[in-house]
């Protein structure tokens, strides 16, 4: 693992609104990045977190655009893909548990 140094400093306000500093690491062989910081939180801190930049993302009189995914989209077409028996939803991993 590789620390990556990243300063949340740089970063368009709103998002170190919520989280001003934290640790970065980067697999050197995968790639796979995560937060050190955010990974290490305890329950109530990393909840009270997630609440709040998802309550300020998504509370319709915050004046920000936002780019969510096209959630609907997406479902729709796994399952075309899963009832035609061209991907295997056994195999399949949601790392963001949406």
């Not at 368009?12 to 990045?33: I, S, V």
């Not at 939180?41 to 780019?67: G, K, Q, R, V």
Request: glycine content about 2%; proline content about 4%; charged content about 20%.
């Amino acid at each position: 693992m590789e620390m990556l140094n990243i300063s949340l400093k740089k970063y368009l306000f709103p998002y170190n609104k919520f989280l001003t500093e934290a640790d970065f690491y980067k697999c050197n062989q995968c790639g796979f990045t995560f937060s050190k910081t955010v990974f290490e939180m305890d329950n109530s801190a990393w909840t009270l977190l997630n609440i709040n930049f998802h309550s300020y993302f998504e509370n319709p009189t915050t004046e920000i655009i936002i780019n969510q995914p096209p959630y609907l989209q997406q479902a729709l077409m796994l399952k075309v893909l899963i009832e035609n028996h061209i991907i295997d939803e056994k195999d399949m991993l949601d790392y963001a548990e949406g």
